[in-house]
């Protein structure tokens, strides 16, 4: 398992930019895949994005593609999920995940540990 502990949410208007982190820690990343996901109030948690720690190879939501970007600083076992363009709807609190290297890369990966969370919020 991996401890995850993510940072960097808040209150952002429309149009602005935000960026988490989340820092990994308890194994060696190798080739594991790191991801972000969202819930909103009443509504289920959704893939946001997500990258191959050993290549940095990435998948993205729909939704978020060409907005946000996933990238990983190895020195630091941190990812990060850079959003730009920020809509009303993108308020969530947003969920870093780690799954193992064998699994592969999609938007239908399947996580096994997950942080705490942190809230991003994006006013109108």
């Known amino acids: 398992q991996v401890q995850l502990v993510e940072s960097g949410g808040g209150l952002v208007q429309a149009g602005g930019s935000l960026t988490l982190s989340c820092a990994a820690s308890?194994?060696?990343?190798?080739?594991?895949?790191m991801g972000w996901f969202r819930q909103a109030p009443g509504k289920e948690r959704e893939f946001v994005a997500a990258?191959?720690?050993?290549?940095?190879?990435?998948n993205y939501a729909d939704s978020v593609l060409g907005r946000f970007t996933i990238t990983r600083d190895n020195a630091k076992n941190t990812v990060y999920l850079l959003m730009d363009s920020l809509k009303p709807e993108d308020t969530a609190v947003y969920y870093c995940?780690?799954?193992?290297?064998?699994?592969?890369?999609?938007?239908?990966?399947?996580?096994?540990?997950w942080g705490q969370g942190t809230q991003v919020t994006v006013s109108s």
């Open positions: 990258i191959r720690w050993s290549n940095a190879y990435t």
């Open positions: 308890g194994r060696t990343l190798g080739s594991s895949i």
């Open positions: 995940a780690w799954s193992p290297g064998y699994r592969p890369l999609s938007d239908r990966t399947d996580f096994d540990s």
